[in-house]
């Protein structure tokens, strides 16, 4: 099965290549900070890094920046407003807000994988008003009201 290929405008302000796919299968772009020196975060501490990167999605998509597997299990790194959205109409520079909730201090180096760009499609709803919504078995029920088991 092919997929979808869809064109995305870039400015590669960073000095390093264009995200690219780590697999085959890769649902996400591995994103890089651009620095010009080393970062440190400490424990409990966030920063906006920058990627370089400034993209024109196509209407109806939108980026989320999402967290690496491999930096929140080994160092407790996370993107702090996961998934952060990239919006259509957006010009700005890609940036990633990090967040140490590790032990210790961690070094964000210039050209680290430091999260993961998912593209995806959107609908915008329109609203409609009333005054009641249909009955489910379910109904009102959330945060954890299903059950855990």
Sequence with gaps: M??????????NGSNHALP?????????LDLRASLEEAITLAPGEHRLISTGLKIALPQGTEAQVRPRSGLAYKHGITVLNSPGTIDAD?????????INHGKTP?????????????????????????????ETDRGAGGFGSTGVK
């Design 90 to 98: 957006y010009r700005g520079d890609v940036g990633v807000i990090l």
């Design 106 to 134: 961690f070094i964000i180096e210039d050209g680290e994988r430091i999260a993961q760009l998912v593209i995806a499609r959107y609908v915008q709803l329109k609203w409609k008003p009333t005054d009641d919504l249909s």
């Design 20 to 28: 690219q796919y780590s697999t085959e299968h890769s649902a996400g």
């Design 2 to 11: 092919s997929l979808e290929k869809l064109e995305v405008t870039v400015v």
